[in-house]
């Protein structure tokens, strides 16, 4: 998981409707969308052309135009940020937060059906005060709010609010990363306190919180340890934090520190590794962070560029941090939160990538489609039914 951006304006824009997100693609070409983004971006590995790829629009200095698989319903008074899915293999909800709206909007994760939402306004269980970062561990929910400065913890599939955790420490907390189960689950959680447009705080040591935590059905969220982390100074230094994201096995966070358009590798202990990616890539902010996982341990960081006329999707290597191409869809655009679920899920046996879309809505792209159009290796993105 990641969380996801402040806001950005564009001057054009597909504007999506419920019921009509079909005619979307039409929207964009309005705007003057096509298959250039108007960057000059190196090869993109494998040319688009099959399973809803669009091979007229890549070319050899072009993103690969991947289809989405569906679009939601669309609405700008949620200002939806980040998505996350809870499954238990036969049905699949996405849990998307409402920064404005201050619930937890819901769709079907196959079909993209609006299932309604959780929760409302407030500071007591089960209410929630700007959502912005939301992961699943299991049938447990958490969800980071920043301006109640928690993360809420939801028992799924009914939403049941078990408590709620961090608001002693926490200061103006945004993305969420976990590692681990439920009996013992380290979260961690970014903090940009003492935000202010174009400033940066004097004090950058403790922009990482790392919560070890037990989580039971019945109970309150036990905290078991809490530590804070960040590099003073340097070029580890964390300056603007939002986006986060856990490669259990390498022992690696990811940190999007959007005043750099860079993300930051740390160590699970909490120190920077000496290493960026995206650096000179990303154009607009860094925003949403995926892990794809490849067969022999390989795998794929998606990393999202967000522009206000459309989201760039750039694949780096997961151990070597190579830059493997970019892909972008049809419409999405301005996208904040992102989230990758390995498959097979509900709708998508070789696993889906969800993005919210310009603030009012949630894409879907099915991996299989990406996988193809990316020159991926067969089984990124899919897992044994025994695995993580």
């Not at 792209?365 to 025994?386: Q, S």
Request: charged share 20%.
């Amino acid at each position: 998981m990641s969380g996801g951006g402040r806001g950005r304006s564009g001057s054009c824009r597909a504007v999506l409707r419920p019921g009509v997100a079909i005619l979307a693609a039409v929207a964009l070409g309005a705007c003057g969308g096509s298959g250039s983004s108007g960057t000059d971006e190196p090869g993109t590995g494998a040319a688009a052309g099959a399973g809803g790829a669009s091979s007229a629009a890549a070319g050899p200095t072009d993103p690969v135009v991947v289809s989405e698989a569906w679009i939601s319903e669309a609405d700008t008074a949620w200002n939806v940020d980040t998505p996350a899915l809870w499954s238990d293999g036969e049905r699949g909800i996405v849990l998307v937060t409402g920064k404005q709206s201050h619930d937890l909007r819901l769709f079907d994760g196959a079909s993209g059906a609006s299932l309604g939402a959780l929760g409302s306004e407030g500071d007591t269980a089960g209410s929630f005060r700007r959502p912005n970062g939301v992961v699943v561990v299991g049938d447990f929910a958490l969800v980071v709010e920043r301006d109640n400065r928690r993360v809420q913890v939801l028992h799924m599939p009914e939403g049941r609010s078990l408590g709620s955790f961090g608001a002693d420490v926490l200061e103006y907390p945004y993305g969420v990363a976990a590692i681990g189960g439920p009996e013992r689950l380290e979260l961690w959680v970014t903090d940009d306190y003492e935000y202010e447009e174009d400033v940066v705080p004097d004090d950058l040591t403790h922009r990482l919180h790392r919560f070890t935590l037990e989580l039971t059905t019945d109970d309150a969220p036990r905290v078991l340890e809490h530590a804070a982390f960040g590099a003073a100074s340097g070029d580890g230094a964390l300056r603007v934090v939002e986006s986060i994201q856990a490669d259990a096995a390498a022992g690696v966070l990811l940190v999007a520190d959007e005043s750099r358009r860079s993300y930051l590798e740390y160590g699970v202990d909490g120190t920077y590794r000496g290493r960026t990616l995206g650096t000179g890539r990303i154009e607009g902010d860094p925003e949403g962070i995926v892990l794809v996982e490849c067969p022999g341990g390989g795998g794929a960081w998606i990393l999202t560029d967000q522009q206000d006329d459309v989201s760039l999707f750039r694949l780096f290597d997961r151990a070597g941090g190579e830059y493997l191409g970019t892909f972008r869809g049809e419409v999405t655009a301005n996208t904040d939160g992102t989230t990758f679920a390995h498959g097979p899920v509900p709708g998508f046996p070789e696993g889906v990538l969800y993005a919210v879309h310009d603030d009012q809505a949630l894409s879907a792209f099915d991996f299989a489609v990406v996988r193809e159009a990316m020159g991926l290796p067969a089984g990124c993105g899919t897992r044994a039914p025994n695995e993580g």
